[in-house]
């Protein structure tokens, strides 16, 4: 049971360079969420899935797109990379339902746009 | 627009000593509270889920209580370690909608020295 897994862990992009950061979960929970954290700012949500087929903007969703591929994966895409893009990305999930149930993340994806 | 807070940003102590972590909310219509841990270039680690009609939540050396209509949360560390070092955060989540979406504070950054 591996949880949260994210890919890549690295990545650096040019400004217009686009590209997908990879999610998947392997806890057979129905809702999905991507972070990013900026230092000062806290963890600001950008999309969420609240169940497979659906997705919503969250806080901050300008400049990303996301894909619910299906139950386990959701994807975040940046069309044209700007260096306000910069940060460290976080993908978690959750059991379904109006039940106390807890968020887990994944371990992060730092991007850096020049 | 609820906004949570930690105070203070940063806090260094003795091994062994107790300790408290402070987070407050400006809306206290909340579903429930979460404490995360997170240590450098890491993810996120759910510490303790604090549902809104509890006043207190306990795993281990961890205390968290809940004061809803004040808007406090306070995480209690008793006899710290050099290991409990990491960033401490708080979130919570509104009782209205089911996407469970969390707002997270900035945390507070904790140094346990020897």
């Known amino acids: 049971n591996a949880g949260v897994t994210q890919t890549p862990k690295f990545q650096v992009l040019k400004t217009g360079q686009s590209m997908t950061l990879q999610c998947a979960q392997d806890?057979?929970?129905?809702?999905m969420y991507w972070y990013r954290q900026d230092p000062g700012m806290g963890l600001r949500l950008i999309y969420y899935?609240?169940?497979?087929?659906?997705?919503d903007k969250g806080e901050v969703p300008n400049g990303y797109n996301v894909s619910r591929l299906n139950k386990r994966e959701f994807s975040l895409r940046l069309e044209s990379a700007a260096p306000s893009q910069t940060s460290v990305y976080f993908c978690?999930?959750?059991?379904?339902?109006?039940?106390?149930?807890?968020?887990?993340f994944g371990p992060g994806t730092r991007l850096t746009v020049t | 627009k609820q906004e949570v807070t930690q105070i203070p940003a940063a806090l260094s102590v003795p091994e062994g000593e107790n300790l408290v972590l402070n987070c407050s909310f400006t809306?206290?219509?909340?579903?429930?509270l979460q404490w995360f841990r997170q240590d450098p270039g890491k993810g996120l680690t759910s510490l303790l889920l604090?549902?809104?009609?509890?006043r207190e939540q306990t795993s281990g050396r961890l205390n968290a209580s809940l004061d809803k209509s004040s808007g406090r949360s306070t995480l209690y560390i008793a006899a710290s370690q050099p290991g409990d070092s990491a960033t401490y955060l708080c979130?919570?989540?509104?009782?209205?909608?089911?996407?469970?979406?969390?707002?997270f504070g900035t945390g507070t950054r904790l140094q346990v020295t020897l």
């Open positions: 978690a999930s959750r059991k379904a339902g109006t039940g106390d149930y807890e968020q887990y």
């Open positions: 806890m057979n929970h129905n809702s």
């Open positions: 899935s609240a169940s497979e087929g659906t997705t």
């Open positions: 809306d206290s219509a909340i579903y429930n």
């Open positions: 604090i549902q809104s009609s509890q």
């Open positions: 979130a919570v989540r509104p009782n209205t909608g089911t996407a469970s979406k969390l707002t």
